[in-house]
């Protein structure tokens, strides 16, 4: 098995589905507990003052984007799925349900919630058993992978077998990996069923650890030079959410990935194409909450309009805080009217209404309901913890957060019956950092729209006033707090950290801060643009390193 895995894993079996059953007995590198993520208090974000630096009032040492630890992490169903699309084509069966269920931390390639399982076993068995019976049913499918079918002999199988590893496992077959294809080989010449042997060679490729596991490899001591199937990968699934393609793997075999301005244009190449701005959906919708979003029509309008506003915000040369101050916003009819925007298509402008940017946005105000109705307090820690990286801890007492609060007054309003709960010193502390930011969104209910009162109670009236994080951050409705989140120093080094985190995929550890600052820095310098972030990123030395511990 440490062929399989690049020479890290403790494990010897050779069978692709006991290499993979084989990580259920324990055949996982160690994982360490992350540090929490930003740090910092709540003052002052509402400011334009010091700088995104996490502690004392000297100004930070920018560092280096960190040289990441050697991780082996499980694509995730979308990278999957994208990948077998990419590869076979546009209506592969890929039974995603079969597979695990992905985290959310909050995104959903995190290594530590990749736990094995009998059921990632048999899902992928069930997930090569469909997609080969799918690929071989019909001719046209079957020369897609394997364009010298019709001759059915020795050496086009061999260049079959390289074609599939090659996209699937991103790197080629070697030698002993021939050898186990090689009663396959057999099979394909001298049974007549040419097709048949692709079809189990199929099942092969992809119930091997290495369609599914990414994998890093290299000996333990100083920070090595990746190779360039690795360098590839990373791209790849950092920039479209998939495997790499023809391109960038060519790339990656004439040695253009081992020079900066190889991976910036490849990098280039893929953020401008479909599947790039896709994935910049992607990683904002995960990031801000609402990535399930679309179980009805009226979700997937809302969906539609923040997917547009990503699309404006991380386009090349733009500043990514229109994502919160953009005064317009993309809307068919139905959504228009569910807003009281009147009944027109497209980009809308919201003129006199109290609106701004994503936070005005259904998506975002579905996220933070709960108790059917929108909660200030998860609103308020959905601020704090997605958009400045502020970690908001758990109640350290029995309480029960499942349960809206109450009052000794049973009319009392819901202002009231919050006030009344912060006065509760176990409850108080937190309260007071993450309920003032929810009422100030109050005048959007749990599916965006606006309101002047409580539900049913005219005479609740609802002011929209709310502060986050001293005098300079109070403001009235949504539209001052996205100028508030907009003006803040701590956004870029929050979003850069997010960046970092699905990169990387996993939390925060020791010594992220400094590549933390250094992405934030180049936010901050660069105009905001993230399409810029992203090529100063690739192109910096320490993106084609891997760091290998004991």
């Known amino acids: 098995m440490s062929r399989y895995f690049d020479s890290w894993h403790p494990c010897a079996v050779r069978s692709p ?8 007995a324990g055949c996982t590198g160690e994982i ?17 003052g010091a700088g995104s630096g996490t502690g004392g009032g000297d100004e930070p040492i920018i560092g280096a984007p960190v040289i990441e630890r050697s991780t082996t992490r499980r694509l995730s169903r979308v990278e999957v799925h994208r990948t077998l699309e990419n590869v076979f084509g546009a209506g592969v069966p890929v039974s995603e349900d079969q597979l695990p ?30 997609v080969a019976d799918w690929v071989v049913a019909q001719p046209s499918r079957l020369t897609r992978i394997s364009p010298c079918a019709t001759t059915g002999d020795a050496a086009c199988f061999e260049a079959t077998a390289q074609r599939l590893a090659r996209a ?33 060679l199929i099942r092969f490729v992809l119930l091997h650890p290495a369609f ?17 199937y690795e360098i590839a990968t990373r791209l ?7 495997a790499p393609d023809e391109a960038l793997l060519a790339a990656a075999e004439a040695g253009e990935l081992d020079t900066p301005e190889g991976r910036r244009g490849q990098a280039e190449r893929l953020m401008s194409g479909a599947a790039g701005k896709e994935q910049q959906r992607r990683f904002v919708a995960m990031w801000l909450g609402y990535s399930k979003l679309q179980t009805n029509t009226l979700e997937t309008a809302m969906r539609a309009e923040s997917d547009a506003l990503v699309d404006r915000a991380f386009a090349g040369g733009a500043d990514y805080r229109l994502l919160f101050t953009s005064d317009e916003t993309f809307v068919d009819a139905s959504l228009a009217t569910h807003y009281g925007l009147g009944t027109g298509s497209g980009w809308v402008p919201y003129g006199a209404a109290n609106r701004r940017g994503i936070l005005s946005h259904g ?54 019956r919050y006030v009344e709960h912060r006065s509760n010193t176990i409850c108080a502390g937190c309260h007071a950092q993450m309920d003032p930011i929810g009422f100030g969104l109050e005048n959007l209910d749990h599916l965006g729209r606006w309101r002047a009162h409580d539900e049913g109670r005219p005479e609740c009236v609802v002011s929209g006033e709310g502060t986050v994080g001293g005098t300079n951050g109070t403001f009235v409705g949504p539209k001052q707090l996205a100028d508030r989140v907009a003006a803040s120093p701590r956004i870029d080094m929050c979003l850069a950290s997010q960046l970092m985190r699905f990169e990387a995929g996993r ?24 399409h810029a972030l992203l090529l100063a990123y690739v192109s910096h030395e320490n993106f084609a390193l891997r760091r290998v511990e004991p």
């Open 363 to 416: 998506s975002f105000s579905i996220a933070g309901a709960k108790f059917g109705d929108t909660s200030p307090t998860r609103r308020g820690k959905f601020v704090r913890e997605r958009i400045f990286c502020q970690k908001m801890e758990l109640p350290t007492e029995n309480v029960d957060v499942d349960q809206p609060p109450k009052s000794n007054d049973p009319n009392a309003c819901k202002y009231d």
């Open 212 to 228: 599914l596991y990414r994998t890093e490899g290299g000996r333990d001591g100083e920070p090595q030079r990746l190779a360039p």
């Open 168 to 200: 699937l496992w991103r790197r080629p077959m070697d030698a002993a990996d021939l050898a186990d294809v090689a009663t396959l080989r057999g099979h394909a010449t001298s049974g007549g069923n040419f097709a048949g042997a692709v079809k189990m």
């Open 32 to 48: 360490r507990l992350p540090p929490a993520l930003g740090g910092g208090t709540a003052a002052g974000i509402g400011g334009t």
């Open 507 to 530: 939390t925060a550890q020791a010594g992220d801060d400094e590549s933390a600052r250094w992405l934030g820095a180049q936010l901050a310098s660069g105009g905001h643009d993230v």
């Open 17 to 24: 589905a006991l290499l993979l059953a084989a990580l259920l």
């Open 236 to 242: 790849a699934l950092m920039l479209e959410g998939r």
């Open 101 to 130: 269920e992905d985290g959310n931390t909050p995104f959903d390639n995190d290594v530590q919630e990749q736990a094995p399982s009998m059921r990632l076993v048999e899902g992928t068995e069930t997930i090569g058993i469909e």
